[in-house]
């Protein structure tokens, strides 16, 4: 029955259905599949600054991986079925949803800016927050009257969204915990997973040092992007210094740079 197996196809004549600015969506080997491909670019503010750093796609294809089968296993839905390659994997087809879920234990960033807090202050309570996920208009903060009102999510997936940005949350909060990182705050993304008539909403994207801000706890040295975001240097030794604390890289091993690439 080898002509039912779906058939092998060659990277460079895959159907790219969308390409973002770390990631790029191919066809997947079977209907309601896709292939997410992790690239080395990064980009800040709108993607006003871009760099290529060699072997950021690898570690966070890793990285993504691990958390994401990890929240499988723990009944937190996700879109990931399994990785592929060193820098690809089999995901499942989703509804995206347009909005940037953000949830903070810790004031950072635009939130430390816009109420005037210091960095590193714990929040009484974590917080959620939306972004309209729109370039144009460089991710505008959102409230969920604006959500319902222009209809990118109903109330009842707003409460599906918030119970499972809570879950992740609770789930990184003691994974890094336990290897002696801080989870300042971090963002998912989220997409409808239709299932016959069935529709539940799962975690989308990816959840990587990209979205996260992780802090050390003794040093508060910064393993995530404010690395590449604020022209520190050191972004591959620190993702990779995730990587190994998670158990997912040796203690001697090197990010492996190359592997399967983009054909333009
Ligand atoms: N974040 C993200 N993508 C974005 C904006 C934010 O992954 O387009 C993540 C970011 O890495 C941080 C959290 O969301 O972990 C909160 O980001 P913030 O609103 O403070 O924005 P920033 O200061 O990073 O622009």
Redesign the pocket.
């Known amino acids: 029955m080898d002509f039912l197996k779906p058939r092998y196809t060659p990277m460079n004549r895959r159907r790219r259905i969308y390409e973002g600015k770390a990631k790029v969506l191919y066809e997947g080997p079977e209907p309601g599949t896709l292939i997410q491909h992790f690239k080395d670019d990064a980009t800040a503010f709108n993607a006003q600054k871009h760099e290529v750093i060699d072997g950021k796609g690898v570690l966070n294809n890793r990285i993504s991986e691990f958390v994401f089968s990890h929240l499988n296993d723990i009944g937190v839905p996700t879109h990931f079925i399994r990785r592929l390659n060193m820098r690809e994997q089999l995901i499942r087809e989703v509804e995206i949803i347009p909005l940037?879920v953000?949830v903070?234990n810790v004031a950072?960033?635009?939130?430390a800016t816009r109420l005037g807090l210091e960095e590193g202050t714990q929040l009484p309570r974590s917080i959620i927050?939306f972004?309209y996920k729109n370039d144009a208009l460089n991710?505008p903060m959102v409230s969920e009257e604006h959500i319902t009102a222009f209809g990118w999510a109903t109330p009842q997936e707003i409460d599906d969204i918030m119970a499972l940005a809570i879950r992740v949350n609770d789930f990184l909060s003691g994974l890094f915990l336990g290897v002696g990182i801080r989870l300042?705050?971090?963002?998912i993304e989220t997409g409808r997973l239709w299932e016959g008539d069935m529709m539940r909403i799962v975690v989308a994207d990816e959840i990587s040092p990209?979205?996260?801000?992780l802090w050390d706890i003794k040093s508060s040295d910064k393993l995530?992007?404010d690395r590449f975001?604020k022209d520190l240097g050191g972004l591959i030794e620190a993702y990779t210094e995730v990587a190994k604390r998670l158990g997912i890289m040796s203690e001697n091993e090197k990010v492996q740079t190359g592997g399967p690439r983009l054909v333009q």
Do not use: H, P
């Open positions: 940037e953000v903070r950072a960033g635009s939130l927050e972004y991710d300042v705050d971090f963002k990209d979205s996260c801000r995530d992007k975001r």
